[in-house]
């Protein structure tokens, strides 16, 4: 879905629509494709199961979305480079996963769930758990890449509501996050972070095809 698509989206509730969307998924129900005004909204022979995904925002850059700004100046997540959501593969097991759970659970879960979720079925593991204080996503995001060590750098720290985000600052040390979700800075193909107590730029990795 483009960034205007999720403008109004966002007016309508969000949420609400990506949950609904979610479970028509369990039903095999499938989402709009030849016949949607947008198809192919992200690239031709695409999979329409899903049209909202359950991660959003993932703030994980290596599918390609990243942090950009609306017309209002508002820090909003970009998915228009992600192709995952709709790789057929990957959809279903998105609904192989997700429908293991009740769906009051999945109605009530916060977005450090689903994003628990996420990197379980990228990386195998989960990285990062929620817990006291930040939540901090390098580790999941820079766990594999080629990294160099740096003098001096800074790092996103990106405050959510509601699946929304609502500000992002840019912060020189993990400790000044206040229950904020850290990541990474991303310019062009780099990754600036600190990873093992120290700055790191890392090579971005060419994006994940499921
Ligand atoms: S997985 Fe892709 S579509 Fe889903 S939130 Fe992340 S960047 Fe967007």
């Known amino acids: 879905m483009g960034m205007s698509e999720l403008e109004n989206a966002g007016k309508e509730n969000l949420r609400e629509r990506t949950l609904i969307d979610l479970f028509s998924a369990f039903e095999g129900v499938y989402g709009p494709s030849f016949e949607c005004k947008y198809y192919p909204c992200h690239f031709s022979g695409q999979d329409c199961t899903f049209c909202y995904c359950p991660f959003y925002p993932c703030l994980n850059y290596d599918m390609g979305g990243e942090i950009k700004l609306t017309s209002e100046g508002k820090p909003i997540w970009s ?69 160099e060590e740096i003098e001096d750098g800074e790092i996103l ?42 700055y790191v730029v890392c090579d971005g990795r060419s994006l994940i095809r499921y």
């Open 79 to 147: 998915c228009m480079d992600c192709w995952l959501i709709h790789d057929k593969k990957f959809a279903e097991d998105v609904i192989v996963t997700l429908s293991r759970f009740p769906r009051q659970r999945l109605v009530e879960e916060d977005w450090y769930f689903f994003s628990s979720i996420l990197q379980e079925l990228l990386y195998g593991e989960i990285f990062v758990e929620k817990g006291e204080g930040c939540y901090n996503l390098m580790e999941a995001i820079l766990y594999d890449k080629d990294c």
């Open 157 to 198: 720290a990106v405050r959510l509501e509601n699946f929304s985000i609502t500000s992002v600052r840019r912060i020189k040390r993990i400790e000044d996050a206040k229950n904020e979700v850290l990541i990474p800075l991303k310019e062009k193909n780099k990754y600036y972070g600190i990873k093992d107590g120290s």
